[in-house]
């Protein structure tokens, strides 16, 4: 008997961040949490093990279904990762059976791949716009293609911080199986002296065939690595394999050592370093592509002049532990951590400004005790928020003593967990008004604490005035995300860095952000571009920046790369055209970023059409852009009797918050396809 297949398709339009920052089709919105704690983990020799930390407890539905294999490759080439899952599910029911395949994957990552092997037909996503996706949706079901609608899984689990979760669901025939196959890339972002690794591996139940390979080429040499095995695994089945500048970390845990009946439960983690000096960087030329990367090392840490900006309303207030307490906790943690040299000073607002001191001071013994315990008495929950005026008192603060001979990172932290309800409350008016306050001259670092406000108004401020934006979980560890974020901040050695390029060389308008308000030990600077096809010179580049007391500039190394490809034992473990999908891929984290800022509509179409026509053309689904799986017409049947008429929904774009922390909801698709005997 011929075999029908009826697509059930879950539409439920979610709004998240603004109209042009949300996926076409988003079926379940999840919450997010930070990447791990390294207090979670424990040195074995050259590996890290994992403690248990905040497992999701395995469900109680009886078990119908069995990962025969999960494959995951991860292939890291100067930064840039390239990972593919593969997973076979097995219906092991009698009868046929709704199979689920989940993964999760980083809000960096752009997804450029996935496809569904069921009963022997291979079902392949395609890219589209959203728009253009929306509108095959609407035409199949006006047309009939659908059957129904299958609910969303309120009880999905919710996935780790900095991931969001990809799940799809195909019922399929007793005793059948079902392959699945995604591939995702990203750029690895240098923080605290390392590059992480950051794979889930949680399939939740023994695994007869499971492995992870992670392959890591770095030309500059290799200087550190070490590795963590993922919670209820053990460290024995995770090796390193040792080279100057490739590493192989390989991860093959037999089911004894994937630990008990729920299997693994947790993330394969790999932290390394390459090799840095005090130079202008490095940059790796491969064809018509070039990528620099700057991270120097020996550079003395500039002191730093830091306003703390906290938000004291009464939504801070509530709870056993109430946001109020983990913010006043952290800033008394953090207070005690500030240079001697440095400058600080505390303001707290509701809808009034409350000051610790009219002015900046120096982080002596004396003023950090004393701020300490105006801290503890006066950081108490009440009132409403008034955002713009805090902001704009802060930013005044700090530009009195921005003009000191000695040169201080200028740096405001604000932090706020609801939407502004006293004095100026609309948010572009707010925006103005930092933006002409700020003048260029001060760093917004601003936190979003909860979801009580909106990221993207917080990222809109920062981008506009120099810094970044993130949200802090409004959990028991906050004090640490706190505090975390703090030691990113703290120690500047660069500020005003621009990195200029040969123009006779680069094709105009191609290089990516070239110039950065400050830099951070421990962390690089990534840029990319295109050269010139008639281009006659030699690719040059030379970093400014400022330190303390004068102007540098530093000449970067330029390294004319041999294709991996031909390179003996390097084609199967290395990304060919490494720099191009990297150009691309930091290109539309560029075009996304300026699209948000954009105020001029007309030029915010244009950056959301530019963003559009790269992610079609190089197959990525970003937040413009949608994955959709397309079958032929209802009367085109395959050899083996399989119905292709269905059309199915959109899978969203992944979230896009790295290099620029820009954030998308996480999120949980349904596409069903039932295959009837």
């Known amino acids: 008997m011929g075999k029908l297949c009826i697509l059930w398709i879950l539409l439920e339009i979610i709004m998240v961040s603004g109209s042009d920052h949300f996926t076409t089709l988003v079926l379940k919105p999840l919450l997010a949490e930070d990447a791990v704690k390294s207090d979670n983990y424990k040195l074995v020799g050259s590996v890290l093990e994992r403690f248990r930390r905040d497992v999701i407890e395995p469900t109680t539905t009886p078990v119908t279904s069995n990962i025969r294999s999960m494959n995951i490759v991860s292939r890291v080439t100067s930064r840039f990762m390239n990972t593919q899952i593969t997973s076979v599910i097995e219906n092991i029911a009698s009868n046929a059976t709704e199979l689920k395949f989940k993964i999760q994957i980083p809000q960096s990552a752009f997804i450029s791949n996935f496809t569904m092997l069921i009963n022997g037909t291979l079902l392949v996503a395609e890219v589209m716009e959203k728009e253009a996706a929306q509108k095959i949706y609407d035409e199949a079901k006006k047309s009939g293609a659908t059957a129904g609608q299958v609910a969303s899984d309120s009880k999905a689990e919710t996935p780790e911080r900095a991931f969001e979760l990809f799940a799809v669901s195909v019922n399929v025939a007793a005793l059948s199986s079902a392959t699945f196959e995604i591939s995702y890339q990203e750029l690895l972002i240098r923080e605290f002296g390392l590059y992480n690794v950051h794979l889930s591996v949680r399939p939740n139940q023994i695994v007869p065939d499971l492995k992870v390979d992670v392959y890591i080429h770095e030309p500059e040499g290799i200087e550190s690595i070490n590795a963590a095995a993922p919670v209820g695994g053990t460290a024995t089945a995770l090796i390193i394999h040792e080279d100057t500048t490739t590493k192989h970390v390989s991860y093959y845990p037999s089911t004894v050592e994937q630990g008990q009946d729920g299997g693994l439960n947790g993330d394969l983690l790999v932290w390394y370093d390459v090799a840095h000096d005090n130079a202008g960087g490095m940059i790796h030329v491969v064809g018509d592509y070039f990528v620099h990367f700057f991270s120097p090392s020996g550079l003395d840490q500039l002191n730093k002049n830091i306003l703390f900006i906290i938000d004291i309303s009464g939504s801070m207030g509530g709870g056993q532990y109430s946001k109020m307490e983990q913010a006043r906790d952290a800033l008394i943690v953090i207070l005690g951590q500030l240079e001697e040299n440095d400058g600080f000073a505390i303001l707290l607002f509701d809808d009034k400004v409350v000051l610790w001191n009219q002015q900046i001071v120096q982080a002596t013994a004396a003023n950090i005790n004393a701020a300490k315990s105006w801290a503890r008495e006066n950081v108490v929950a009440d009132g409403s928020t008034n955002i713009n005026d805090a902001l704009i008192t802060g930013i005044t603060i700090m530009k009195s003593v921005v003009s000191d001979s000695v040169q201080k990172a ?86 005003n860095v621009r990195v200029d390029y040969l123009n006779a060389v680069i094709e105009a308008g191609s290089v990516t952000q070239n110039t950065y308000p400050q830099y951070f030990n421990g962390t690089e600077i990534v840029i990319a571009g295109k050269i010139q096809d008639s281009a006659s010179e030699v690719l040059t580049a030379t970093v400014y920046g400022n330190t303390a007391t004068n102007e540098i500039d530093l000449v970067a190394v330029v390294v004319q790369d041999t294709p991996t490809a031909s390179v003996s034992g390097l084609s199967d473990i290395t990304i060919q055209d490494f720099t191009e999908k990297l150009w691309v891929y930091m290109q539309i984290k560029d075009l996304v970023k300026l699209h948000l800022i954009e105020k001029n509509e007309v030029e915010k179409a244009k950056l959301k059409s530019l963003a559009i026509n790269m992610s079609l053309e190089y197959n990525l689904v970003t937040p413009f852009t949608s994955m959709v799986v397309v079958q032929d017409d209802p009367d085109n049947m395959n050899n083996n009797g399989f119905d292709m008429s269905g059309k199915a929904a959109s899978f969203p774009g992944g979230g896009y918050s790295s290099g620029y922390n820009i954030q998308v909801s996480s999120f949980l698709i349904s596409l069903s396809i039932l295959l009837v005997l």
């Open 410 to 495: 200028p740096i405001i932290v604000f932090l706020t967990d609801g939407e502004p309800t006293a004095g100026v409350t609309d948010t572009s008016t707010i925006r103005q008004n930092v933006k002409d306050a700020a003048d260029g001259k001060v760093s917004l670092f601003s936190l979003a604490f909860g979801y009580g406000i909106s990221l993207e108004f917080l990222q809109i401020l920062s981008y506009e005035n120099g810094g970044d934006a993130q949200r802090i979980y409004a959990e028991a560890d906050a004090v640490s995300q706190l505090d975390t974020f703090y030691k990113k901040i703290s120690s500047p050695s660069l500020l």
